[in-house]
T-cell receptor, first 113, second 113 residues
C-alpha cells in the first residue's frame, strides 16, 4: 500500500514568509509525528498527534510553529515569519498505535533564504 | 533529559564483513528502542523494534540487542553487502509512555565492493 506522503518535497522561501508543509499518513494510522532533521544530525521531535488532537507539542521550538490534523488523517505543519535557522528537512511519520514501528515519509526540504 | 549517542560516526568496511554499530542512551527508563536506516535524501525505514522487556530482535542478517540497565544497544549486520550502505540511527521512546522519541545522530556505513 501507499506509504507516508509529504508535499512539497522541496520548498524555498524568503525570510519572513509563511509556509505550510503537508503530510498524508498511511491510511488507518492514528499516531502522527513531525520531526526536524538538520544535516548530519538525527531527527528532532516536534509534535505528536493521536487522532485529531496534539497529544504532545513539547518539541515545537517557539510560537511561530503550529500543526493541525483536523480530521485525524492529513496533517499540516505551519511556520510563520520564517527564519534562516528554520532551514532543515521536516519529516513526518505515522504508526498504527504508539507501540508500533514508525513509518516515515521522505521529508520536505525547507530552505529559507 | 535523555541523550542518545552513536559510535562510530562513520564506518567503512569491505563487502562480506560482519559489523557492529553501537547506540548508548543516558536514561535507562525507556519503553522501547528502534533501529532505522536512512538512505541519502530519503526518510527513515524501521529495521527492528525492541521492547524494554526484550534482550534482542532478529530480522534476516540483522540482529539488535538491548541492555537497558547499562543504556546500550548494538546492531549486528552479518555478511555486509554494498546495498547495506546507508546511515543507521537508533531512537528510544521514553519510559513514561511519552511519544517524543529521541534519536541518535547516526552511523554512516559504507560497504565497499
Amino acid at each position: 500500500g501507499a506509504g507516508v506522503s509529504q508535499t512539497p518535497s522541496n520548498k524555498v522561501t524568503e525570510k519572513g514568509k509563511y509556509v505550510e508543509l503537508r503530510c498524508d499518513p498511511i491510511s488507518g494510522h492514528t499516531a502522527l509525528y513531525w520531526y526536524r532533521q538538520s544535516l548530519g544530525q538525527g531527527p528532532e521531535f516536534l509534535i505528536y498527534f493521536q487522532g485529531t488532537g496534539a497529544a504532545d507539542d513539547s518539541g515545537l521550538p517557539n510560537d511561530r510553529f503550529f500543526a493541525v490534523r483536523p480530521e485525524g488523517s492529513v496533517s499540516t505543519l505551519k511556520i510563520q515569519r520564517t527564519e534562516r535557522g528554520d532551514s532543515a528537512v521536516y519529516l513526518c511519520a505515522s504508526s498504527p498505535e504508539g507501540n508500533s514501528p514508525l513509518h516515515f515519509g521522505n521529508g520536505t526540504r525547507l530552505t529559507v533564504t | 533529559k535523555q541523550e542518545v549517542t552513536q559510535i562510530p560516526a562513520a564506518l567503512s568496511v569491505p563487502e562480506g564483513e560482519n559489523l557492529v554499530l553501537n547506540c548508548s542512551f543516558t536514561d535507562s527508563a525507556i519503553y522501547n528502542l528502534q533501529w532505522f536506516r536512512q538512505d541519502p535524501g530519503k526518510g527513515l525505514t524501521s529495521l527492528l523494534l525492541i521492547q524494554s522487556s526484550q534482550r534482542e530482535q532478529t530480522s534476516g542478517r540483522l540482529n539488535a540487542s538491548l541492555d537497558k540497565s547499562s543504556g546500550r544497544s548494538t546492531l549486528y549486520i552479518a555478511a555486509s553487502q554494498p546495498g547495506d550502505s546507508a546511515t543507521y540511527l537508533c531512537a528510544v521512546r521514553p519510559g513514561d509512555y511519552g511519544q517524543n522519541f529521541v534519536f541518535g545522530p547516526g552511523t554512516r556505513l559504507s560497504v565497499l565492493p
